[in-house]
């Protein structure tokens, strides 16, 4: 079965830092882009990060650029995502999702086959 799992979320105060995991089983990740979603209720689901392992590309939302950084763990088969600088605004459920035919550079919303159940990011003193 082919499941991604987030974790790493949790509390933290304007201007620190969290660092996101999403463990992948069933799949190996070299052969797939993964992306990184957040979405607030009330709001729409944002993309902010993106990292294709075939061709070694890697997406950056305006918004995060120069903040947060993506990355893979192929020991742990999973992708990680860190945060810095975080604002209270950020404050959101973090997602993982990929699929067969997804790509970072195309960003097909129906291509997004496999979604992690979130981990809940919350920015606030």
């Known amino acids: 079965q082919v499941q991604l799992v987030e974790s790493g979320g949790g509390l933290v105060q304007p201007g620190g830092s969290l660092r996101l995991s999403c463990a992948a089983s069933g799949m190996t990740l070299a052969h797939y882009a993964i992306g990184w979603f957040r979405q607030d209720p009330g709001k729409e689901r944002e993309r902010i990060s993106c990292i294709s392992v075939r061709d070694g590309s890697i997406y950056y939302a305006d918004s995060v650029k120069g903040r947060f950084t993506i990355s893979r763990d192929k020991a742990k088969n999973s992708v990680n995502l860190q945060m810095n600088s975080l604002e209270p605004e950020e404050t959101a459920v973090y997602y993982c999702?990929?699929?067969?035919?997804?790509?970072?550079?195309?960003?097909?919303?129906?291509?997004?086959?496999?979604w992690g159940q979130g981990t809940l990011v919350t920015v606030s003193s």
């Open positions: 999702a990929t699929g067969p035919y997804y790509s970072c550079a195309t960003d097909k919303p129906g291509n997004l086959e496999v």
